[in-house]
């Protein structure tokens, strides 16, 4: 879940004198500041990893069709 400015502000002021800037920075950088950043979940990366598998096997394969096509004109 995205923080909002007010409490990703909150946070940064609460933990900061305790430690440190930077360690703060670096903590907050992990919470997403908009709904778009949110972070990959498995599932998803899973299912986005099984489509492209599956698109690379159909344009490999649209390769080979055609490579054939045009070793067996070069061969004539």
Not at 4 to 11: E, G, I, M, N, P
């Amino acid at each position: 879940m995205a923080l909002s400015q007010k409490h990703r502000s909150v946070r940064f002021d609460y933990l900061s004198p305790r430690v440190g800037e930077d360690v703060t920075e670096a903590l907050m950088a992990e919470f997403p500041a908009r709904e778009g950043d949110e972070l990959v979940t498995e599932d998803f990366l899973r299912a986005e990893r099984a489509e492209l598998g599956s698109d690379v096997v159909s344009v490999r394969s649209d390769l080979m069709i055609r490579l054939t096509g045009v070793i067996g004109v070069a061969a004539r």
